[in-house]
């Protein structure tokens, strides 16, 4: 085949990259996908050629450039450098991301984000200046204002050829390709470009596309195509109580929204936890005396294992999604039809089915009684009939057999039962997703899920996600009747008493990431019937060595305002804000702070009028202390193996999981000058390392010294290991 065959179809990056700067008059306004699905090879073409020529104008706009993780000191190399050139080998790199990282873009190319990876763009003062800030659910204007005349998107390509799949990132691609058409019409330059990927996941429904979508294919030869493998950060005990926490607000029957990270992993642990093991999940509730100190969870949540199932919608499909679906919990399905999505959530529909339920889809009028070829074709098409079903010359072929097709004869009634009526209701989704990221493993398992399962999962818009406003995919009072009981649990960095939660920047007015989904998801929840929005945070966090509270009285940003106010989630509980007078939202919070903090929150409450003179934090919450949150969970950990630092697997060696905590304490620890000094002088006093420690100082390469500066990196790495336990001490 030539490049020019088709006209759109090209095996190399650089003629692919010419033809779209061509077709723009070298001023390229391109939007690419947040996260996995930009198209690395093209981009990076098109960026080269921009460097090597000033009169192309260059504009990326964008979210989440994906790069490979680097060490900061020199022991955090020491652990990182090994562990990526393992684990990220044959994954290639976006080359704007790195020159943005090195402040190096050349003046010709601009790059704009309305999403950082967090912290990743907290001294750069190019990014800081530039980023968009901006609901998820408003990017596709914002790209439109921003004069976008083009598109990149990575795809997975069909067997026949005939269709491509949006995969990972259908989330604002869907929405903009109509009004990239539109600008087309109106006699505007546009360019639709797509690269093939054979290691993306397929995923059909509304992610699947027509080729000929894209006026420019790139089918890369001879490239290296392995997805970005997003590592994975450890569980520390906090999060799981906070995930503990959250489980106990999941309602049976519900929807489920959640986000990535070690809270939400650690969200996902639990609910698997609570209905695989439910005594033991039950004991955990009363070693902390869960339900009396908060009676709000069984009036909100439940305790019990997933009978009826869970529905998911969430703008980002995380792996305990994937976890969720194999273990029977994500199985709640949910149609395209509002009359049906309430005979189903009205448990009218029997299961197993019977041929009953097409009397109770009689009754609610969506079939008739005599069947017609739209019934017949609806009821293939919700999965009650087999595919094969269709009516000739008026009557209902079922496979060697033609029947009337009538309801109400017996005859005709014990035929379809028979033949044509299947087993279980298939024709829904468990899961409705914008974008997914996450390790090799969570890739390699969407690639193993059979054509049935990857079924069940409907990757589409963020516009139809994120909102309950009407949609080309779906109206709200389908949306509604779908997201019932929903849980929206999100994580945030700080709470203050008023109510209202920092998740995004800081108060100098610094981008930490970005609003993303958040306050949509927040929204909503006050919106929806039953919804309840879940905003998760650690109680505390460690700030130039020392602890902080993360619940502040007040703090000069907010990403979540304080009329949105819900359900705020700490290890040390739950406080159920929605509704209540100042006084009680006010009391609820500091309720769950840690105990070391208490004090100061009331008093500072107390000072602005915000509370009595006279309240005190009741005696049921003023042991909100660490060692409290370890001994609840000593005997379920110890015992039963529950809790581990990595609960769906890791790319991390066992010896690698160790230095990770022995680090991260390291990190901690010597975040001021004074936690330096102690931490130097104890390691410095450390005696001679023993077997223990031997293979993590071969990892490390520290086993023979070879100067000051090594002997003291071996002695802090001994401190360290020691100090976590991962070794004995000597």
């Not at 000929?212 to 520390?236: A, G, K, S, Y």
């Not at 014990?414 to 298939?426: N, S």
């Not at 899961?431 to 409907?458: C, I, N, S, T, V």
């Not at 509604?480 to 100098?508: H, K, P, W, Y």
Request: hydrophobic letters at 40%; glycine letters at 10%.
């Amino acid at each position: 085949m030539t490049e020019e065959r088709t006209g759109a179809h090209f095996r190399q990056a650089e003629r692919c990259a010419e033809e779209l700067i061509r077709r723009l008059d070298g001023d390229v306004r391109i939007a690419l996908p947040l996260g996995l699905g930009k198209p690395v090879h093209l981009i990076n073409a098109l960026y080269r050629r921009a460097c090597e020529d000033p009169k192309i104008r260059l504009h990326i706009m964008t979210a989440l450039s994906l790069e490979k993780p680097g060490g900061g000191n020199s022991l955090q190399k020491r652990l990182m450098e090994p562990f990526v050139e393992r684990v990220f080998e044959g994954v290639p790199e976006l080359a704007y991301a790195q020159a943005v990282s090195r402040g190096e873009l050349p003046d010709n190319v601009t790059v704009t984000e309305f999403f950082f990876k967090a912290g990743s763009r907290l001294g750069n003062p190019d990014q800081q200046q530039r980023v968009v800030l901006t609901n998820y659910t408003h990017v596709v204007r914002d790209l439109l204002a921003l004069g976008v005349n083009a598109v990149g998107q990575m795809l997975a390509p069909d067997d026949e050829g005939h269709q491509v799949s949006l995969s990972c990132n259908p989330d604002l691609t869907l929405d903009i390709l109509p009004e990239l058409r539109k600008q087309r019409e109106s006699g505007q330059a546009v360019v639709i470009a797509g690269e093939l990927n054979p290691e993306l996941p397929w995923f059909g429904n509304d992610a699947a596309l027509d080729r000929d979508t894209f006026d420019l294919v790139l089918e890369p030869h001879n490239q290296p195509m392995r997805l970005f493998p997003v590592p994975d950060l450890p569980v520390e005990p906090a999060d799981y109580l906070i995930g503990f926490y959250a489980a106990n607000l999941v309602r049976d029957g519900g929807t489920l929204q959640v986000g990535i990270g070690a809270l939400g992993s650690a969200v996902v642990y639990n609910i698997l936890f609570r209905h695989r093991d439910n005594g033991l999940f039950n004991e955990l509730s009363r070693r902390l005396d869960a339900h009396s100190r908060f009676p709000e969870l069984a009036a909100i949540g439940g305790s019990g294992r997933f009978e009826e199932g869970l529905y998911g919608c969430s703008e980002m499909m995380v792996e305990g999604f994937l976890h969720l679906y194999q273990a029977g919990i994500l199985k709640r399905q949910v149609v395209a039809d509002r009359a049906l999505q309430q005979l189903l959530d009205d448990g009218v529909i029997p299961d197993p089915l019977d041929i009953s339920a097409l009397d109770r889809l009689c009754e609610a009028g969506c079939i008739e009684t005599v069947l017609k070829a739209r019934d017949v074709q609806w009821l293939v098409r919700f999965g009650f009939l087999d595919d094969a079903c269709e009516l000739k010359g008026g009557r209902l072929a079922l496979g060697d057999e033609a029947v009337r097709p009538d309801l109400g004869d017996e005859k005709a009634r014990a035929l379809i039962e028979q033949y044509a009526l299947k087993e279980q209701l298939d024709g829904g989704v468990v899961m409705h997703g914008g974008f997914f990221l996450g390790p090799e493993r969570f890739y390699q398992g969407l690639r193993e899920l059979d054509d049935a399962q990857r079924a069940r999962f409907d990757m589409t818009s963020v516009g139809f996600v994120n909102h309950l406003y009407d949609h080309p995919l779906g109206d709200q009072a389908l949306k509604t009747a779908q997201r019932r009981r929903s849980r929206f649990i999100n994580s945030v960095m700080m709470q203050t008493l008023n109510g209202a939660a920092v998740s995004d920047g800081l108060e100098d007015g610094r981008v930490v990431s970005g609003v993303g989904g958040q306050y949509n998801f927040v929204a909503m929840a006050h919106e929806l019937p039953e919804g309840r929005s879940i905003l998760t945070l650690r109680a505390t966090r460690i700030s130039a060595g020392r602890p902080e509270s993360n619940i502040r009285f007040s703090y000069g940003h907010c990403t979540i305002p304080r009329h949105l106010r819900d359900i705020v989630v700490t290890e040390y509980g739950v406080a159920d804000v929605r509704g209540q007078p100042d006084v009680e939202v006010y009391k609820r919070l500091i309720c769950i702070a840690d105990s070391r903090f208490q004090n100061e929150l009331m008093r500072e409450a107390k000072k602005a009028g915000k509370i009595p003179k006279d309240w005190k934090v009741p005696r049921a919450h003023r042991n909100n202390y660490p060692q409290r949150i370890a001994e609840a969970m000593a005997p379920l950990r110890d015992h039963h193996q529950l809790f581990p630092a990595f609960p769906f697997g890791t790319d991390f060696t066992e010896v690698e999981q160790g230095l990770v905590q022995a680090l991260q304490w390291l990190r901690d620890a010597t975040g001021s000058r004074r936690g330096l000094l102690a931490v130097l002088w104890r390691a410095l006093r450390q005696s001679a390392p023993g077997a223990a420690e031997r293979p993590a100082l071969e990892r490390m390469g520290l086993t023979q010294p070879g100067g000051w500066r090594e002997r003291l990196e071996q002695r802090l790495v001994i401190h360290a290991l020691r100090v976590t336990g991962v070794t004995r001490t000597q």
